[in-house]
């Protein structure tokens, strides 16, 4: 479908749109960016809360440029269509997402992306969660939890690495094994598609807005 088209990636540093991602280029489709929103300050992602200089860590070793849009929730899809519209000057032809079964957020997605002229794929859609998880750690790829939402995921389970145990732990308790609700976030450390395995180190634990997530740096 995107065979030799240039596309970017809707990078949240996380597994999904890691894996979204991978099938791109799989496809013979040619990254041109990664593109990540971050806060007002411009210092973490809005959606994972990961520190900037991580992020920029995972493109160096996905040797993929990073581009950034900051901003509140409530200027995000003025944000979101300003970075689109830079992208869409390099020729840009497809922008790469790894949503699985949100219909609202794909037509979100679909709306924002096609007023720019931009058409938004989405590789992983409606597939099952296990064939999905099944293919991520077959390929060896490996994210650490980084966030949970209260109440659904323990916190011990932050810092960990996602793994078949933890799979099995959370179909036991009748987790949603992919997260697409928001039950966990995660931050994809090395796989296939990098050059060098990131160096990250733990910080504190903190909570905030009904998540408990981890700090991470670089080492």
């Known amino acids: 479908m995107i065979n030799n088209s240039s596309f970017f990636c809707s990078w949240s540093g996380g597994k999904d749109s890691c894996l979204a991602l991978y099938r791109a280029i799989d496809q013979g489709g040619v990254p041109s960016y990664l593109f990540n929103m971050l806060t007002e300050n411009g210092q973490r992602s809005r959606s994972h809360g990961i520190p900037r200089e991580i992020i920029e860590k995972q493109a160096e070793s996905l040797k993929i440029p990073v581009i ?7 200027g995000y899809k003025e944000e979101f269509i300003s970075v689109l519209s830079e992208i869409k000057k390099n020729d840009t032809n497809y922008g790469i997402f790894g949503d699985i079964d949100l219909e609202e957020h ?6 924002v992306c096609s007023s720019v002229q931009i058409k938004a794929y989405l590789p992983l859609w409606q597939e099952k969660r296990e064939s999905l998880v099944k293919e991520l750690l077959d390929l060896n790829f490996k994210a650490m939890v980084i966030s949970v939402k209260d109440d659904v995921v323990a916190k011990e389970y932050l810092g960990k690495i996602f793994d078949w145990d933890m799979v099995q732990d959370f179909k036991n308790a009748d987790i949603d094994i ?10 994809v450390i090395d796989g296939p598609i990098f050059s060098f395995p990131l160096q990250v180190k733990p ?15 670089l080492k």
């Open 178 to 187: 992919s997260g697409e609700g928001g039950e966990f976030h995660t931050l």
């Open 203 to 217: 910080k504190e634990k903190y909570w905030r807005d009904g998540y408990w997530s981890m700090d991470i740096g």
């Open 106 to 111: 794909r037509e979100w997605l679909e709306k």
């Open 68 to 74: 950034f849009g900051s901003g509140s929730w409530q």
